[in-house]
């Protein structure tokens, strides 16, 4: 080959890696933030009123126990049990229960701590 063409093929190549070094640097720079919106949304409407919460205590398996309030003592549940809002639930070692909140069933593992605090239904409860 002429000497002219290693030049030119020379000058290709060194070019051809300046575009992907160049390239790779823009690929990796992050995009420009986007312009702010024009006015933020208006706020939620406020949640429903909670409704108190009424678990029913639907199975048992193993030591399982609960407690009307923080200070109370612990006492043992037998399935068809109702708590109430503010009671905590616990589980002992291998111990399981199933709670029935009305629109869910809600499944305790072993040992397990559970509060039963405020519900808010899908939809409103409508």
């Given at each position: 080959?002429?000497?002219?063409?290693?030049?030119?093929?020379?000058?290709?190549?060194?070019?051809?890696?300046?575009?992907?070094?160049?390239?790779?640097?823009?690929?990796?720079?992050?995009?420009?933030?986007?312009?702010?919106?024009?006015?933020?949304p208006?706020?939620?409407?406020?949640?429903?009123?909670?409704?108190?919460?009424?678990?029913?205590?639907?199975?048992?398996?193993?030591?399982?126990?609960?407690?009307p309030?923080?200070?109370?003592?612990?006492?043992?549940?037998?399935?068809?049990?109702?708590?109430?809002?503010?009671?905590?639930?616990?589980?002992?070692?291998?111990?399981?229960?199933?709670?029935?909140?009305?629109?869910?069933?809600?499944?305790?593992?072993?040992?397990?701590?559970?509060?039963l605090?405020?519900?808010y239904?899908?939809?409103?409860g409508?």
């Open positions: 080959m002429p000497p002219g063409v290693w030049a030119s093929l020379g000058m290709t190549i060194l070019c051809v890696c300046a575009a992907l070094v160049i390239g790779a640097s823009f690929a990796n720079t992050a995009p420009a933030p986007a312009a702010p919106a024009a006015a933020a208006a706020p939620a409407p406020a949640a429903p009123a909670a409704a108190k919460v009424s678990a029913l205590v639907k199975i048992v398996d193993g030591t399982v126990e609960t407690r309030a923080v200070g109370q003592p612990w006492v043992p549940v037998k399935a068809g049990a109702a708590l109430e809002e503010g009671a905590d639930l616990r589980t002992r070692f291998r111990a399981r229960c199933v709670l029935d909140m009305t629109e869910s069933l809600v499944q305790v593992g072993p040992l397990t701590v559970v509060r605090g405020e519900y239904p899908p939809n409103g409508k």
